[in-house]
């Protein structure tokens, strides 16, 4: 049975949350710097000015390692 193990990543932005049902922003508890593992094959690769990033929902964020 194959097992697939999360990834890891450092945060390089974070943006400013998710409105609720009641209309209201919940803010992303994430800070940029941070080391975070996040489930495999979460996220949409994007690549600018040569550089590639992964942008993944919060949701997606299992920890933050310190």
């Known amino acids: 049975e ?6 890891h990543g450092i945060v390089v932005a974070v943006g400013p949350g998710k409105t609720n049902d009641k209309g209201e ?4 508890d994430l800070k940029e710097s941070q ?5 495999k094959y979460s996220g949409t690769e994007v690549k ?3 550089k ?14 310190e």
């Open 48 to 50: 600018d000015n040569g």
């Open 25 to 28: 922003l919940v803010p992303v």
């Open 2 to 7: 194959a097992k697939d193990e999360p990834s």
């Open 35 to 39: 080391h975070v593992i996040y489930k």
């Open 52 to 65: 590639e990033y992964l942008i993944i929902k919060a949701e997606d964020i299992l920890a933050v390692v």
